[in-house]
């Protein structure tokens, strides 16, 4: 194998923590830019390799992908809020989780599921006036919260629990930002920044406590699941389904699956609270980030946030929007992409080889970071013409083919790619076929600053005047 790739000289101490935390997003397509496909640089102690080629993406993520997981950076914040959930577990235990989790996410329920969608997106409308300015990042953020506890824990949540929720938002990913200095402080130690964190976490199981306890007792009782009798007709695990588990039709969202099988002995309580929190947080975070740069996106190009609107007004001609109408929403299919690509949501995914592996003709060792950055990938002038540019037409099927399959990965890949893809898509599609129907929105805050945790969100509020259409 070859030698140690080529990268930027650090800090003894630090190693490139500093230039990282900085501006991750910088940094990163600089190294790109100076030292090609595969780059080594030290993030504190922890020496990182990170890979700009779709071809090397791909073979770690799904051509080789046993032979990868999740890395221990040493750090157990991220245990200590996801625990062993979907997103953080192995293994056996992940793959127990990923085939529970699976009907709750079958596409013929979640394509029953976009009345529930629709329904929320039309109440949150229902508090805006024309001319008002609006957070729109916090409204969406609102918005999927309320949607992802119907649609996959069977229940309401209050106005108040979502306040809660996006309260504790902030110190949690806070907790998360670059910082070479983590490592040194140990998580135990009782500085203001953990206990907001483990504060922030008391306050989520409280709110996650009080939803499962309005819904004990009724996860066999098929009223509760908001897909309907499409949803619940779905078979599910074995033993876990309508001609199992005591027969007769049963609901699938994701809590009422779990709680069953708690009753089954193969679910702890600890293991239903990791489940939940992975859900609510992955589940509507990311969505509502995409959304967010979406509208940013559309009121910076009126003609681009036309097309969408007119997409939006046949989608909307005959009722409410439909996973039917959705699907023909094609050009707004392309702006979300283009807006995932300038700003994919989750900006960088990170694995651990199990054995020495070869990537881009260079030795990895056992136990390294890998880094696979959406956001250097996806800007790159070797798979995009004026990559900072936002065009959607780079999206039409002929120019999209001309590509590498993992130039665009928002969601991942593999086995280990996004459960809720389809989900994430069609709810997206619906908020803006419901908002873009009705309402233009425009910007009105100053130039879009990033910053890096568990996502990318925007460093700042994201204020829009809203007009109606």
Known sequence: MSATPPGPIGDPLFGNGRQYAAD???????????????????????????????????????????????????????????????????????????????PSFHNQRIGALAGTMVDHTESQLADWNDGDVVDVHLEVARLTVKIIV????????????????????????????????RFLIPNWMPTRENREFDAAIGTLESVIDGIVDRRRGTERDPAVDPAGPKGVAVRGPAGD????????????????????????????????RDEMVTMLLAGHDTTAIALTYTFYLLSNHPEARERVARESTVATSDGPPTATDAREMRYTERVLDESMRLYPPVYTLFR?????????????????ALMCPQWVVHRSPRWYGDPDAFDPSRWEPKRRSQRPRFAFFPFGGGPRHCIGKAFSLLEAKLILATVCSQYDLEYEGPDLSLRGSLTMHPDHPVPMRIRER
């Not at 910088?26 to 790109?32: I, V």
């Not at 309260?167 to 070479?180: N, S, T, V, Y």
């Not at 389904?241 to 994701?254: H, Q, R, V």
Request: proline letters at 7%; glycine letters at 10%.
């Open 24 to 102: 991750p997003f910088s940094f990163m397509r600089a190294c790109a830019d100076s030292y090609g496909d595969v780059v080594r640089f030290d993030l504190g102690p922890r020496e990182t390799y990170m890979l700009t080629n779709p071809a090397d993406v791909e073979r770690v993520l799904v051509a080789d992908a046993e032979r990868y997981r999740k890395p221990d950076f040493g750090d157990d914040a991220i245990d200590t809020l996801l625990g062993n959930g979907l997103l953080m577990s192995e293994g056996e235990t992940w793959q127990r989780q990923r085939e529970l989790a699976n």
């Open 150 to 181: 119907s649609a996959m824990f069977g229940a309401d949540i209050t106005d108040e629990e979502v306040k809660t929720v996006q309260a504790k938002l902030e110190p949690l990913g806070a907790r998360f930002e670059p910082d070479p200095r």
């Open 241 to 272: 389904g309508p001609a199992g588990d005591g027969g007769g039709d049963l609901p699938i969202d994701l809590l009422s699956v779990l709680l069953r099988a708690r009753d089954r002995g193969e679910q702890t309580d600890e293991n239903l």
């Open 352 to 368: 651990e080889p199990k054995l020495d592996v070869k990537l881009g003709g260079y030795r990895i060792p056992e136990g390294a």
